[in-house]
């Protein structure tokens, strides 16, 4: 795999447990956009339309990065229902804590994961790559 599809993934990641948060925020400010005061109102002109935001507002099912995120959460979370509870360990402990207190060898002598150290690197790699093939990123 490419080390730039899996650091893209590493920060997927580690942004899933803020997902719901961020689309939250991103949903409210398309429903709520910024409106800027203009100084100048009472002057008259052209009678052309000065509101920009209204003509330019994206709907919510077109906007791109709400979509992305909903797609990146989306594959996240089929994805971890797919493998087994070893690799969930791996993939919550490693990738999605804000300050992992394990390294890979870490959660194998402490019993947290029942398997190699060998074979946990392969299941994260396995995981890694079936994330990399349902968002189609080249591997």
């Known amino acids: 795999m490419r080390k730039s599809t899996f650091n893209y993934i590493k920060d997927i990641l580690a942004d899933y447990p803020e997902t719901d948060e961020h689309i939250r925020k991103r949903e409210e400010e398309l429903r709520y956009p910024y409106r800027e005061s203009d100084i100048n109102r009472d002057i008259k002109g052209t009678k052309a339309s000065y509101d920009a935001q209204d003509n330019l507002m994206i709907t919510i099912e077109q906007d791109k990065r ?3 995120l909903e797609r990146n959460k989306r594959a996240v979370a089929d994805t971890l229902e797919e493998f087994d509870e070893d690799t969930e360990v791996i993939i919550r402990e490693l990738y999605m804590r ?9 959660l194998i002598v ?3 994961v029942y398997c190699s150290r060998t074979t946990a690197f392969s299941k ?3 995981f890694f790559i079936e994330i990399a ?7």
């Open 124 to 126: 994260r790699d396995d």
């Open 98 to 106: 804000k300050c992992p207190k394990y390294t890979m060898q870490g």
């Open 66 to 68: 709400l979509t992305g």
């Open 133 to 139: 093939r349902k968002l189609n990123l080249n591997v």
């Open 110 to 112: 402490n019993g947290l």
